[in-house]
Structure formats: C-alpha cells, structure tokens
C-alpha cells in the first residue's frame, strides 16, 4: 500500500519531467521568459503538485478529482511543447527527453484515473 505521493511512479516521473523542463526553458529566449517559459514551467510544476495535493485529500472522489487536473495540464503542457517546436528560435532544441516522460505519465494518470473510477 502507497503511503505518501513520494512513492508513487507517476508523482516520480512528473517530477523528473520538471526538472528537465526547466533545463529546456532555461534555453529559450529571454523575451518569452513571462509568455511561454512562464506558461511551460506552471504546467509542468502543476502536474505533480495536483497528484501530491490530490493523494491528501480525504476521498477517492477527491483524489480522482486531482488526478483529472494533472492530466489536464499534462495536455496543456503539451500544447506549450508543440507551440515551442514550431517556433523559429526553440525548435531547434531536443525534446525527446520530455516528449517520452509526458507521454509516460500521462499514460499512468489515465490508468490511475480508469482504475478509481471503475
């Protein structure tokens, strides 16, 4: 039995995908430091934070809830990604490492989510 977010995978990975988010970002240009740094940065950090926050909370309904959250910035997240990869000044850079552990975890929300809802 899972006792602490810490120990769950998906909370692991989300937060391996952070960090090498703000590696990524810390290349892009200075002008998108408030526009999509920014934006990037706060999706990721929030996927891993609603499933800390969400793992707390006193009911299944809750933590379904959270998880449902994180999955969505995950989706939002990748919407920044994609933007970033056609932009003239960031496509150049490699994502490979990011695209592999959002697919990753978002996959595991999905099944976290399927799981607690059946």
């Known amino acids: 039995m ?3 977010y810490k120990e769950l995978i998906v ?3 989300s937060i391996e995908l952070v960090v ?3 590696e990524l970002t ?3 240009p200075r002008e998108e ?3 999509l740094t920014s934006q990037i940065r706060r ?3 929030s996927i891993s934070s609603n499933i800390a926050e969400g ?3 006193g009911t299944r309904a809750d933590y379904v ?3 449902r959250m994180s999955y969505g910035f995950g989706a939002e997240l990748e919407t920044q990604l994609e933007i970033s990869k056609r932009l003239l000044k960031t496509k150049i850079l490699n994502y490979n490492r990011i695209d592999s552990l959002l697919e990753e975890v978002m996959k595991m929300l999905n099944v976290m989510i399927s799981k607690l809802t059946s």
């Open 26 to 28: 810390e290349k892009f």
């Open 33 to 35: 430091i408030y526009g």
């Open 43 to 45: 999706a990721a950090v």
């Open 11 to 13: 909370w692991q990975r």
């Open 65 to 67: 809830h959270f998880l």
């Open 20 to 22: 090498n988010i703000y």
């Open 55 to 57: 793992r707390y909370r």
């Open 2 to 4: 899972v006792h602490s």
